[in-house]
């Protein structure tokens, strides 16, 4: 991670140490979360003790840099209001838990973002190098274990002897006594997620990195690998997110104008109108289609119970994180003349849809808070540099896709993976907007 241009223009060692333990720390954050998306949680707190080990020995920072803007104010009343749910839930505990830890997640990104804003260039150099090495790396083991049905982990496990029982879910895993034998593709789907999560930070951490014409080949080189070890995944949530991202990108880079209003207008529609559109979905017999896949009418099912049982308290909804608690229960009762295509009409643990789940848990109030939140964020996309506004709508929109259709919205290390997603996009954006190297040409020239 010891770049030569930097060496070359006279920025000392001791001066970058910091960008070189970050920069290894976020290399190595980036690279695990695609190996094992179960070690998200674990990588994004060991990145925030970098950066408060960092904070330790910085003489440079004004107390402007930390404070908090509308994003943060945004977010943190969403949360505040998750973790006050917890007087009307029916177990308290669940709501402090989760927004307990969200809120600690939240603060903790915020400051990592607001330390990443003022930082030196040669820094935030070495930092974007960490970020897509570790994606590169994340990404071509994934591919490996596409290729070779998942070689790797199947020599790992059997090296270290473990026995049925030993790996979770137990439906993965296929056993000869006590022999390994496979591993479900399955296995692989949520590694998919932080792939097409990190990918446009990656991208702009390159652009930003790199000069004409090697930073435009590896952000081209870069992408197509992520795109064609996604595609060829089993997780069609990934796909979704990653075309959505390459149609906002390529849209924003034709106008911006029109990005930020369509982008706008989806995001109001998703926190808005989700409600009325998993009624009508099921209305319209969407999940007798014969187009769409096993697991999407699934899903169509649990949204319209969902969305049902929504109106049972649609003002403050029943409290966050409830449905992990109040779905397997309904299920349990469930009568079988209540199956749809041989699925019950439940809510499962969550409603793989975080805007109906904010909609059922959180009710109206939460569905604005969480609508203020986002239009913030696409608001501070706004104001930055026209060169990196491009990437920041296609990273904003492939996590509003992820979170559409995917995972809870308080599972860990889903937590996890958005708050490392908007540490990053803020690297990126850092990366790429203004180059103060000394005879670097203006934005726009060399990446």
Not at 113 to 126: G, V, W, Y
Request: aromatic fraction near 8%.
């Amino acid at each position: 991670m010891f770049s030569n241009e930097l060496n070359s223009v006279g920025h000392p060692l001791a001066s970058r140490s910091r960008g070189i333990l970050i920069g290894s720390v976020i290399l190595v954050a980036a690279a695990v979360a695609l190996v094992s998306a179960r070690t998200v949680a674990a990588t994004f707190w060991v990145l925030v003790a970098s950066f408060l080990i960092s904070l330790l020995f910085r003489r440079d920072l004004e107390l402007a840099h930390l404070r908090p803007g509308p994003v943060a104010m945004s977010l943190g009343a969403f949360v505040l209001y998750a973790t006050l749910s917890a007087t009307w839930a029916a177990v308290p505990q669940l709501p402090l838990e989760k927004g307990g830890l969200a809120l600690l997640a939240g603060a903790c990104t915020l400051l990592m973002a607001a330390l990443i804003n003022a930082e030196t260039r040669p820094n935030l150099m070495h930092m974007g190098e960490g970020l897509y090495i570790g994606l590169l790396i994340g990404v071509v083991y994934l591919l490996i274990e596409i290729l070779t049905d998942q070689a790797i982990k199947l020599y790992l496990y059997r090296a270290l002897d473990l026995g049925p029982g030993d790996l979770l879910p137990l439906s993965y895993f296929s056993w000869e006594g006590n022999y390994l034998r496979a591993i479900s593709t399955e296995d692989l789907t949520r590694n998919m997620t932080d792939a097409t999560l990190f990918l446009w930070p990656a991208i702009m951490a390159v652009v930003g990195v790199w000069r004409r014409p090697w930073c435009q080949l590896a952000a081209g080189a870069l992408l197509l690998l992520t795109a064609v070890v996604v595609l060829a995944s089993n997780h069609a949530s990934s796909k979704l997110a990653l075309v959505t991202g390459l149609t906002v990108f390529a849209l924003a880079s034709l106008s911006l104008r029109w990005t930020r209003r369509a982008v706008t207008v989806a995001w109001l529609i998703l926190c808005l109108a989700v409600l009325p559109l998993a009624l009508l979905a099921h209305r319209i017999d969407i999940q007798d289609a014969d187009w769409l896949e096993q697991s999407a009418k699934h899903r169509v099912i649990i949204w319209n119970y969902t969305a049902e049982k929504t109106l049972d308290a649609p003002i403050l909804g029943v409290g966050a994180n409830m449905t992990y608690l109040i779905g397997p229960e309904l299920e349990r009762h469930a009568p079988p003349s209540s199956q749809l295509l041989g699925v019950p009409r439940t809510l499962s643990i969550h409603s793989h849809c975080i805007y109906l789940q904010t909609w059922f848990e959180l009710g109206a109030v939460g569905a604005l808070l969480l609508t203020a939140f986002g239009l913030s964020v696409i608001a501070a996309i706004g104001g930055l540099a026209a060169r990196t506004q491009p990437y920041a709508y296609a990273t904003f929109a492939s996590s509003a896709a992820m979170a559409a259709v995917s995972y809870g919205m308080w599972q860990t290390w889903f937590i996890a993976s958005f708050a490392l997603t908007a540490v990053l996009c803020v690297l990126g954006t850092r990366c790429l907007a203004r180059d103060d190297r000394p005879g670097a040409p203006a934005p726009g020239g060399a990446g």
